[in-house]
């Protein structure tokens, strides 16, 4: 039996401290948090919490999904929460005004589509910055939310509706099937399909991509439009489960899928990322607000957690990219 040379030896990756950090950091984390809960709560480990849990993570895990996305490519978007309420005000009339739920949901998933190219068109076209342009969207798709509904909420949704919010499919409730559908969906086009390939370039070097011939400007506004599309999604699922529009739903969102998409490792410079990451950042912060309720504390302090656990994880990535130079 022969054995391998040294310098064979020598050509095998070595999973130094800094490679484990990078690769199961995160994961080490949130196992590491869900220990502390099942020390600190009996009910953390109950079926019926990790379902629910699970249950909450999936709308900001799709919103999640398009800001991942968006971010890649060196960007962001502060108006998926407004985007995702008018989207879902919409659809909820629509319904309520006699259209077939199956023309009703693609209508509503076409406007979020539509105001996330709109931004995309004016960051590429009118050089907007991606900062300014979506804060516009913003106050502006909250503005035409309200104007629409007059203040009043959309109460009183069908059977067949909710069902993709408040049903249940072989023992799982359906927003975890959305979005696990979703992430599947593009997980695929990120790893195996060129436009992933062409996303993370643009997001790596925006003039190296141009000068290589990929359509920059076009894979912005259709990055763009996907995180309309998956705002919009996900309000229909959030209020599906509530059977109720609220006019003011969706604020505060783009927070909580910026928190999402940043503890999970993706570069705010873009062409670094993953939506495994971004997946373990959304349950993190779910099971972090999960236990603060577990434990009695006040929901005031979930934001100050928040804020921390964002910053830790700016400075534990900055610290990784900064001994791998």
Same mark, same amino acid.
């Given at each position: 039996?022969?054995?391998?040379?040294?310098?064979?030896?020598?050509?095998?990756?070595?999973?130094?401290?800094?490679?484990?950090?990078?690769?199961?950091?995160?994961?080490?984390?949130?196992?590491?948090?869900?220990?502390?809960?099942?020390?600190?709560?009996?009910?953390?480990?109950?079926?019926?919490?990790?379902?629910?849990?699970?249950?909450?993570?999936?709308?900001?895990?799709?919103?999640?999904?398009?800001?991942?996305?968006? =971010?890649? #490519?060196?960007?962001?978007? +502060? *108006?998926?929460?407004?985007?995702?309420?008018?989207?879902? &005000?919409?659809? %909820?009339? /629509?319904?309520?005004?006699?259209?077939?739920?199956?023309?009703?949901?693609?209508?509503?998933?076409?406007?979020?589509?539509?105001?996330?190219?709109?931004?995309?068109?004016?960051?590429?076209?009118?050089?907007?910055?991606?900062?300014?342009?979506?804060?516009?969207?913003?106050?502006?798709?909250?503005?035409?939310?309200?104007?629409?509904?007059?203040?009043?909420?959309?109460?009183?949704?069908?059977?067949?509706?909710?069902?993709?919010?408040?049903?249940?499919?072989?023992?799982?409730?359906?927003?975890?099937?959305?979005?696990?559908?979703?992430?599947?969906?593009?997980?695929?086009?990120?790893?195996?399909?060129?436009?992933?390939?062409?996303?993370?370039?643009?997001?790596?070097?925006?003039?190296?991509?141009?000068?290589?011939?990929?359509?920059?400007?076009? =894979?912005? #506004?259709?990055?763009?439009? +996907? *995180?309309?599309?998956?705002?919009?999604?996900?309000?229909? &699922?959030?209020? %599906?489960? /509530?059977?109720?529009?609220?006019?003011?739903?969706?604020?505060?969102?783009?927070?909580?899928?910026?928190?999402?998409?940043?503890?999970?490792?993706?570069?705010?410079?873009?062409?670094?990322?993953?939506?495994?990451?971004?997946?373990?950042?959304?349950?993190?912060?779910?099971?972090?607000?999960?236990?603060?309720?577990?434990?009695?504390?006040?929901?005031?302090?979930?934001?100050?957690?928040?804020?921390?656990?964002?910053?830790?994880?700016?400075?534990?990535?900055?610290?990784?990219?900064?001994?791998?130079?």
């Amino acid at each position: 039996m022969t054995t391998p040379s040294i310098s064979r030896l020598s050509d095998r990756p070595r999973l130094d401290a800094r490679s484990v950090a990078q690769r199961f950091g995160l994961l080490f984390v949130f196992l590491l948090l869900c220990l502390v809960l099942t020390s600190l709560s009996d009910r953390f480990l109950q079926v019926s919490n990790l379902v629910n849990i699970l249950r909450q993570a999936s709308i900001n895990g799709i919103v999640s999904i398009g800001m991942t996305l968006v =971010i890649l #490519i060196g960007g962001i978007d +502060l *108006s998926v929460g407004s985007i995702l309420a008018l989207s879902a &005000v919409i659809g %909820a009339d /629509l319904i309520k005004s006699g259209l077939p739920t199956m023309l009703a949901l693609p209508a509503a998933l076409l406007v979020g589509a539509s105001l996330g190219a709109v931004n995309g068109f004016i960051i590429t076209r009118g050089r907007i910055p991606p900062f300014i342009a979506t804060l516009g969207m913003l106050t502006v798709a909250r503005g035409l939310t309200l104007m629409y509904t007059q203040g009043q909420p959309v109460t009183g949704l069908p059977d067949d509706f909710r069902y993709i919010g408040a049903g249940v499919l072989a023992g799982i409730p359906m927003p975890i099937i959305v979005f696990g559908a979703a992430l599947i969906i593009v997980y695929i086009v990120l790893t195996r399909m060129r436009l992933g390939e062409y996303i993370y370039l643009l997001g790596d070097n925006p003039v190296s991509a141009r000068l290589a011939g990929i359509p920059t400007e076009r =894979i912005t #506004i259709l990055v763009y439009a +996907l *995180s309309g599309f998956f705002s919009a999604l996900a309000g229909l &699922v959030l209020i %599906a489960r /509530l059977d109720s529009a609220q006019p003011v739903i969706g604020m505060g969102y783009e927070f909580n899928a910026i928190a999402a998409v940043v503890v999970g490792g993706t570069s705010f410079s873009g062409g670094e990322g993953s939506l495994v990451g971004t997946l373990l950042g959304a349950l993190l912060i779910e099971t972090l607000n999960n236990g603060l309720n577990l434990l009695n504390v006040s929901p005031l302090w979930e934001q100050v957690v928040k804020g921390v656990v964002i910053a830790v994880a700016l400075l534990f990535y900055k610290a990784i990219n900064r001994n791998s130079r």
